[in-house]
């Protein structure tokens, strides 16, 4: 059984801070590979994906996957997570996510869902909005959807593919 780290999104446009994210989850959960997942919906251009294939040729353990983009129609973190594991029933998968996603993961398309087919791997960074401590979510999460989830040990990085596309 292999363990696989998913990391999903629209890479708009990927940067070192999601290549250090998978790097720090692949070390310290000892996953086997990490899957750089391009979201599906909205539809990416071929230049994302090409950019997200050559930002991650270099690493072994980082692998591109097309699973989200060869799916039709909104493409929910459920519903993905239910097909891969119906397609690689011999692998565990771990979900990474930043604090942002942990937070706002209630309001999700059938969040019970993603937390019961996928390990969670959150990596805390500053949230503008306010709310409970970062280890009390992790702990309600765990006590009211029995979710598995493990802490990134993350520095954060000041960088944001938003920031990146406001300086240009």
């Known amino acids: 059984m292999a363990k696989i780290g998913i990391l999903g999104g629209t ?10 994210l998978g790097k720090q989850a692949y070390e310290q959960f000892g996953l086997d590979e ?9 539809p990416q251009g071929k230049e994302r994906e090409d950019m997200v294939k050559l930002a991650i040729a270099s690493v072994p353990y980082f ?7 060869k799916r039709e129609g909104n493409t929910y973190t459920a519903q993905t997570l239910t097909l891969l594991r119906e397609a690689y029933p011999q692998h ?3 979900f990474i996510i930043g604090a ?8 999700w398309y059938h969040p019970e869902l993603v937390m019961k087919q996928a390990v ?6 500053t949230y503008e909005k ?11 999460l765990q006590e009211k959807y029995g979710a598995r989830i493990g802490m990134i040990q993350f520095k954060e990085m000041d960088i944001s593919s938003r920031q990146i596309r406001k300086a240009v």
Do not use: C, T
């Open 11 to 20: 890479f708009d446009p990927i940067h070192n801070g999601h290549l250090a």
């Open 34 to 42: 990490i899957w750089f997942m391009l979201s599906g919906h909205p």
């Open 63 to 69: 692998v591109y996957s097309d699973f989200e983009l």
């Open 92 to 94: 565990e998968f771990y």
């Open 100 to 107: 942002d996603s942990l937070y706002e993961i209630e309001q």
């Open 120 to 125: 969670l791997l959150a990596a805390a960074r």
């Open 130 to 140: 306010d709310h409970r401590d970062f280890e009390k979510q992790i702990n309600y």
